[in-house]
């Protein structure tokens, strides 16, 4: 990339100005936003994303981590190709959707049934309600810095101070019931459990702590977590948004042995296309059957649930890596220990304290903080990550910045080789300018 930022992108600072005249602050999503505005892309292929300016970019960020297969995987392409032909909406059930939901009950330790929807807010939308409706109580117990994407109730606690709505337009009411908890500890979820008095209904979270922090949970705690939800009659759930199908074939639930009741999927789960889903035991799942005459939980799905090109996508993409699962997570498990481990040594090299947590292929850099939950990512040294990412964007590598970075199977040794290379040119001028 000739020069720097605003210089090599000035298509992109074009687009965000005219973005701004149509869109709130130029997004559609605001993780999307960072300073001082975002790239905008015009292809992506492989390992690899374009700006409008014509710049390419080794991709980690990889749409939200969906893309475990890299952009445009030959199986989803031939899937896609082969399906566009045949319809791109039935609005009624097919063979494709009955198929991906064999292939991820085949998978996933939890998933005795589910429900296809288009989003993974949706997913936890009705993993909630659901939840609800089998324990007959209301609480939900939540992590500070969980992060379930756009719903309503669940729209608390993200950022500091933890317990707080996200949002204005969101009633106190509606999320009267739902209680943030620090991850990774285990006295915490149990004082809340006894707090509520009898009326939790669900613990709710995501095994490795995405946005806020790209945290993995420790092994024992989602053990405890596990015996604590039984010992007290209350539903364990995992948001498995970001983990399923990356940290392994089954999951987080598969990483570590602990199968929860509940859990939210989506993601890789369809292929790179539109997909959400709610996955858990049978007697909870069909609450949802709409022949019940008692205790029915209306759920969704939506209009374009179960749509065709997404159960396409999604089932080339589960298929093979059900398939190739024996290389592609030792690669995967490999090639993100190896790339967390690298950058800390370049940076410790320096004098600079950062730390890069993360599971599997997923990682995340932080400067002055170690964490071990979302209030601790939080006290991190923001202008340093923003200015590591905006300095590995000009030298054509894309992390999303303050947000993980996921490694797929088309990032080779030397794309990371030159992740760290890029990481250490860094961590040199900082400490430099220090
Ligand atoms: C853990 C987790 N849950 C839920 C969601 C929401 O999914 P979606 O953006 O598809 O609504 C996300 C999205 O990033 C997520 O990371």
Not at 157 to 178: N, T, Y
Not at 354 to 373: D, E, I, R, W
Request: hydrophobic share 40%; net charge positive; glycine share 14%.
């Amino acid at each position: 990339m000739p020069g720097s930022y605003p210089e090599a992108t000035r298509r992109s600072g074009k687009l965000f100005e005219r973005a701004k005249k149509v869109f709130a602050g130029g997004v559609n999503h605001n993780a999307r936003f960072y300073q001082p505005y975002p790239l905008f892309v015009s292809r992506a292929g492989a390992q690899h994303v374009w700006d409008a300016d014509g710049n390419r970019y080794t991709d980690y960020w990889m749409g939200h981590m969906a893309l475990i297969l890299g952009h445009s995987p030959r199986p989803v392409v031939d899937a896609l190709r082969g399906q566009i032909g045949r319809g791109t909406h039935y609005g009624m059930g097919s063979g494709l959707s009955v198929e991906l939901a064999e292939e991820i009950q085949k998978t996933v330790p939890c998933a005795e049934m589910m429900r296809f929807c288009n989003t993974g807010a949706e997913a936890t939308m009705y993993l909630v309600r659901l939840a609800r409706g089998y324990t007959g109580k209301r609480t939900v117990i939540k992590m500070a810095g969980g992060w379930h994407g756009y719903n309503t109730e669940l729209n608390k606690g993200v950022h500091r101070p933890f317990d707080k709505s996200e949002s204005a337009g969101i009633l106190g009411e509606e999320q009267a019931f739902v209680k943030n908890v620090r991850f990774n500890d285990l006295g915490a979820a149990e004082h809340t459990i006894k707090e509520a008095e009898g009326d939790a209904a669900l613990i709710f979270l995501e095994p490795v702590l995405g946005a806020g922090g790209c945290v993995p949970a420790d092994p024992d705690y989602l053990k405890g977590l596990r015996e604590l939800a039984d010992r007290h009659g209350v539903l364990l759930a995992f948001d498995e948004i970001i983990t399923g199908f990356r940290v392994s074939l089954g999951g987080a639930q598969g990483y570590y042995g602990v199968t929860p009741d509940l859990a939210s999927f989506g993601k890789i789960a369809g292929g790179g296309l539109p997909l959400g889903l709610v996955a858990g035991r049978k007697e909870i799942i069909s609450l949802a059957d709409p022949t019940r005459k008692e205790n029915f939980v209306s759920i969704g799905g939506g209009t374009f649930s179960e749509n065709p090109l997404s159960m396409a996508a999604g089932l080339a993409t589960v298929r093979h890596l059900r398939r190739h699962a024996g290389s592609v997570y030792p690669m995967l498990d490999k090639a993100g220990r190896g790339m967390r481990k690298a950058v800390d040594k370049v940076f410790a090299a320096e004098g600079v304290d950062a730390h890069t947590t993360g599971l599997g292929s997923l990682f995340l850099t932080h400067f002055g903080v170690a964490p071990k939950n979302a209030e601790e990512s939080a006290e991190g040294d923001k202008k340093a990550r923003l200015d590591y990412c905006l300095e590995l964007m000009t030298k054509g590598i894309f992390v999303l910045p303050g947000h993980p970075g996921g490694i797929s199977t088309c990032h080779t040794p030397q794309d990371l080789k030159e992740f760290v290379e890029q990481s250490g040119k860094f961590a040199a001028r900082l400490s430099k300018a220090r």
